[in-house]
């Protein structure tokens, strides 16, 4: 069998289908998307069953969002993969400021746009198409696992890991949800930062009061705030926050240069700490002020606000201790209150960053798939992001190997505006996975 042209074969039918899919709004973190959430399980389902394979179940956790199950059973004597990806997505937005439809497929330059277009029903979609590209008979056993929660955290992943462990246990997994190092060159991800977040108040005053009348003695609780975030920086850019450590600078270069092409940065705006980028991006903490409750532009008025808050996120060193990090971060912002203003500071969510070994023959068999079907040798590379449900499979199934694998570029924008996919290079992670397969078969 060509398993390549097998996979070419199948694939304008997995792009239609990956329109289809991406029609559907299962936006997870909102309450309202909860029917949508569940048809998007629905429908993989039905992709699912529309292969032969009738071990397929909808599981969901007690306060979960649903997951699929999957199984394909091995050949005698042939191993078990399992096939991770997530089925829900990210809220659109501001909608005004898409180019077109955030759940209607635009195609233009030789990309796909529409949110969750990438991350990560493109993700799912590679798994479906090796499957098609086997006609459903995959030459190992495959247990495809599509989760639904992944975008708030994977909050009930370690029970779902718990419950149907004899469902989920494998000898690989392939997480195809990360990015690559650059259009046309795949990655094989070696370690993802840490998380966590909080919410903090400020307030200095049991009322609102005229601040003509009394601006210049009492505080206001906006300003206090701001004095306050502006602590988690020092002059450089740098986190000031004791205590969150930092990993060695990884041994890969990513240019300034290369970082304002991706990322749009205005002329003249400085980057962000010391060091080397890849460093920066990969192996060393984060403070990013991600929302401010106050009053708006629009409704202000001459008044000294009595309370604010903002929401405070964290990305830490792949090595550090999220519950150890949520504890620096409320010591940090309670020690640093300005004027005296009393300071509140409400616990988020947490997650383990993780270091991603690449050992062994499943590693080496994904390495010489990967460079067959790209037509160049993968990079190892850190992401600056957080999947702390990579770090559950590790924990959960610790004789295991774990591929993180990609379907996104530096170009993708997820969770942004104009998500992206670049179809061709989708085209090589459905080949990359295949391939991976048959040589795992032996």
Known sequence: MNVTAAVDAVLPGVLADLASFVAIPSVSALPAHAADVRASADWVVEQVRALGCDDVRVVTEPGGQPAVIAR?????????????????VQPTGEVSLWTGDPFAVRE???????????????????????????????PVGVTLFVEGEEEIGSPTLSSTLKVHRDLLAADAYVI?????????????????????????????????????????????????????LATLHDDDGNVAIEGLGAMPDPDLDYSEQRVRAE???????????????AGRLWCKPTATVIGIDATSVEH???????????????????????????????????SHAPWGARVTVTDGSKGSGTVVGFDGAVAEAARDAFTETWGVQPVFMGQGGSIPMIAEFQQAFPDATVLVTAVCDPDSRMHGIDESLHVDDFAK????????????AG
Request: glycine share 10%; charged share 20%.
């Open 263 to 277: 990322t749009g940065v205005l002329e003249g705006v400085r980057l962000l700490g010391e060091g080397p980028i």
């Open 300 to 334: 202000s008025s001459n008044t000294l606000a009595p309370s604010a808050r903002a929401k405070i996120s964290v990305r830490l060193p792949p090595d550090t201790d999220p519950t150890a990090a949520m504890a620096a971060l409320a010591e940090h912002l309670r």
């Open 176 to 228: 195809a949800d990360s990015g690559n190092w650059e259009v046309g060159v795949p990655a094989f991800t070696s370690t993802l930062r840490g998380l966590v977040d909080c919410v903090v108040e400020v307030t200095t005053l049991d009322h609102a009061l005229h601040s003509g009348q009394f601006g210049g003695v009492v505080p206001d609780a906006l300003t206090a705030l701001c004095r306050l």
């Open 108 to 138: 233009a330059a030789g990309r796909l746009f529409a949110r969750g277009v990438a991350d990560d029903k493109a993700g799912v979609m590679v798994h479906l198409a090796a499957l098609r590209a086997f006609q459903g008979r995959p």
């Open 72 to 88: 394909f059973p091995a050949p005698q004597g042939a191993p078990t993969v399992c096939l991770y990806a997530h089925h829900d």
């Open 429 to 440: 992670a459905c080949r990359a996975e295949a391939v991976l397969l048959a040589k795992l």
